[in-house]
């Protein structure tokens, strides 16, 4: 309509400024940002040259980044289900937000759930909510808690706030099961086994048109809790859901963002096969009408610096480690999904060599503050550690100009009970150094020892105070100002990839700085300093396959599932897919959309790719032996080469195909149409070639 619609008024070109100003303003961002308030520690005291105050007040006077990509998943609405996977810091939670309001405004009779696991995320997520529900309308609509079509939830719910599992079990008229009543200890497994017990004793209510999860990965269990191969909770979520078209039962609006590379409990990845099995492992492959992707990756990190981020992935997944990666990315197009540029191919024994451009990282700390954004000091014990971290802190009040409460932010590292043991040793000794303290949950500042029967689970900030926190509360939170206190804890178990994670969410949480700190002398200290001193580029030898490899692809999921057994990509959205020299041999690919796929190589021999989509697809050398193509759309598709012998191409359209030495031995073609078809050095033995066109 608009490129149709005739010009009104000629106008004179933007400037550039002009242009970042409309896109800001476009994207919601305020014009005019408000003057940020001082610490209340400053007094009169002379100011350093520069302060860490000075540097957010700079950064604070831009406008916000407008990322185009961002703004489409943003506001968008799929007709179906929808996986956002992004990096730290890539606006995940802000997007689900403006994702919620949006459909909300356009679709006020829909009834919406937004849900999230950790509580101390109530505030932050009701607090974006209402922000852009007010931005969207112009003011006229508030997030309000009574009007029930919108509706913030924690996953679990307790006595006197509802959350997603209470709501359900009282729609069903079944009694809410409590932590008290499971026989699991880790909260994100007794939330699995109450789900699983709903499920397996009621036939749920369908109440919601959409629901949006945020931080998905802190919802997934390990195998031996799934209900029938399914992730509990996601799968009771998805039973809740109304479908979007009653002749499409399946299609039902289930939204959630994570990144797995925050995953403090279980490893496993929450793609749609892990989430609704393997039978469902198609629903978020392709796009829906309109240009919808079905899966979305946000690779822009604009919370973190560049300088911390890339440090975060270095020292989580091992890159630089002494014995090789513990976990990742080990495929080039799924490292360029996340926002690297990669040389080299990872083969055993190549070398690879990854960088982040800046663009990518768009913090202007690191060019606006003249030291490091990123320290780490290693001490001969702990009484000297939490000395230094008293001191650091005692800077940032007095003469950084730093608040205390959110814009400074400890957390400690470690497993159970040596983290908890050294939450209260880090907030004693600052308490003793006259420093204010708070301890998520608590009611107030300075409590050390939590009272079960007075706590304010959804507290995480108290005002006045410095926030003192373990790993799991932190998660989601963020601040100017991140100390990670007890690397040690990481440092004696290295090679455990929950405590890696911890260490990524950890330096994660940082909008400026990060002092790192640890005990003692361990092999992971030099490798924190190495990854450090790399900066944004990383250049290392690939050894073998990791622990836990992460796929960010369409492509690469697929080769993961198929490795993993999974056999089941009907109906797959495919177009322009890096398949070069895939092993998907009796892949059923029924319908699949392969267009201008590179499967150059691929072995596909006894696929099933009926009606498949496959015109343009480089198929060159590719090994189709006994494959079932009837049907299938083969127009101008490069099979110089191929193996297909035996192939089953009834009916296939091979109009303008190169097939200049392919092997063709018993195949039938009968009703094929192969006009325009160079067969040139092609072997047609045996093959059936009755009624071809």
């Not at 307790?158 to 409590?178: E, F």
Request: proline fraction near 4%.
């Amino acid at each position: 309509l608009i490129e149709r619609t005739n010009t009104i008024i000629t106008g004179s070109n933007l400037t550039q400024e002009q242009w970042k100003l409309l896109q800001a303003v476009i994207s919601g961002t305020p014009v005019f940002r408000t003057k940020r308030s001082t610490s209340p520690y400053q007094g009169e005291v002379k100011q350093p040259q520069q302060t860490r105050a000075s540097v957010l007040a700079q950064v604070r006077q831009r406008l916000s980044e407008f990322d185009i990509e961002q703004e489409h998943i943003a506001k968008s609405i799929p007709s179906g289900p929808q996986r956002i996977r992004g990096i730290a810091g890539s606006g995940k939670t802000v997007m689900l937000c403006q994702k919620a309001a949006h459909m909300h405004l356009k679709h006020p009779e829909w009834d919406i759930a937004l849900v999230f696991f950790s509580r101390s995320l109530y505030h932050p997520i009701i607090n974006q909510l209402d922000k852009w529900l007010r931005r969207f309308s112009s003011g006229e609509v508030r997030y309000d808690t009574q009007n029930l079509k919108l509706r913030v939830l924690h996953a679990w719910g307790a006595k006197r706030q509802p959350g997603l599992y209470s709501t359900l079990c009282q729609a069903a008229g079944v009694k809410r099961l409590t932590v008290r009543d499971t026989e699991r200890k880790r909260p994100n497994e007794a939330l699995a086994e109450v789900c699983f017990y709903l499920l397996q004793d009621t036939l749920l209510p369908q109440l919601y048109n959409a629901i949006l999860i945020d931080e998905g990965q802190d919802l997934i269990v390990d195998n031996p809790l799934k209900f029938e191969g399914k992730q509990p909770f996601y799968w009771m979520a998805y039973q809740a859901l109304r479908p979007v078209d009653l002749a499409q039962p399946e299609q039902r609006r289930l939204i959630w963002g994570y990144d797995e590379a925050q995953s403090l409990e279980s490893l496993n990845i929450p793609n749609a096969s892990e989430l609704f099995g393997e039978e469902l492992g198609h629903l978020v492959t392709g796009q829906y009408a309109g240009g919808i992707r079905k899966s979305e990756t946000m690779h822009r990190c604009y919370r973190t610096p560049g300088a911390i981020l890339t440090a975060a992935h270095g020292i989580g997944m091992g890159l630089l480690r002494r014995g090789g990666m513990l976990t990742g990315i080990t495929r080039t197009q799924d490292w360029e999904a996340i926002g690297y540029e990669v040389t080299g191919c990872f083969v055993p024994g190549q070398q690879i060599t990854l960088r982040r451009p800046k663009e990518n990282s768009p913090n202007r700390v690191p060019e606006l503050w003249e030291g490091a954004v990123l320290e780490f000091i290693a001490y001969r014990s702990r009484q000297e550690e939490l000395t230094a971290l008293a001191d650091s802190i005692f800077y940032n009040l007095r003469y950084d100009g730093l608040k205390p409460s959110r814009e400074i932010l400890v957390i400690v590292l470690g497993l159970g009970l040596d983290a908890m043991g050294l939450e209260t040793t880090v907030a004693e000794f600052l308490m003793s150094q006259g420093i204010d303290i708070y301890i998520p949950s608590a009611v107030d500042c300075n409590i050390l020892q939590i009272d079960k029967d007075n706590r304010d689970p959804n507290k995480f900030w108290c005002e006045g105070g410095v926030t003192v926190s373990r790993i799991h509360r932190a998660k989601g939170n963020e601040a100017e100002m991140v100390y990670v206190v007890g690397l040690d804890q990481v440092a004696k178990d290295e090679s455990n990839l929950q405590l890696r994670n911890q260490l990524f969410v950890a330096l994660t949480r940082a909008k400026g700085w990060v002092k790192l700190s640890g005990v003692g002398s361990y092999g992971l200290y030099e490798e924190m300093w190495q990854v450090m001193q790399s900066g944004d580029t990383f250049t290392f030898t690939f050894r073998y396959p990791p622990q836990r490899e992460i796929s960010v692809t369409e492509a690469g999921e697929m080769r993961s599932r198929y490795e993993s057994g999974g056999r089941n990509f009907q109906n797959a959205d495919l177009a322009g897919a890096q398949l070069a020299g895939a092993d998907l041999r009796n892949a059923n690919l029924i319908g699949a959309i392969l267009r201008g796929a590179d499967l150059k190589k691929a072995r596909l021999d006894g696929a099933k790719l009926a009606i498949a989509d496959l015109s343009g697809a480089d198929l060159s050398h590719a090994s189709l032996r006994k494959a079932k193509l009837v049907g299938a759309n083969l127009q101008e598709a490069r099979l110089q080469g191929a193996d297909l012998s035996w192939a089953k191409l009834g009916n296939a359209d091979l109009r303008g195909a190169v097939l200049v030495g392919a092997t063709l031995v018993g195949a039938k073609l009968s009703g094929a149409d192969l006009g325009g078809v160079d067969l040139t050095g092609a072997s047609l033995e045996k093959a059936d070639l009755s009624e071809v066109n």
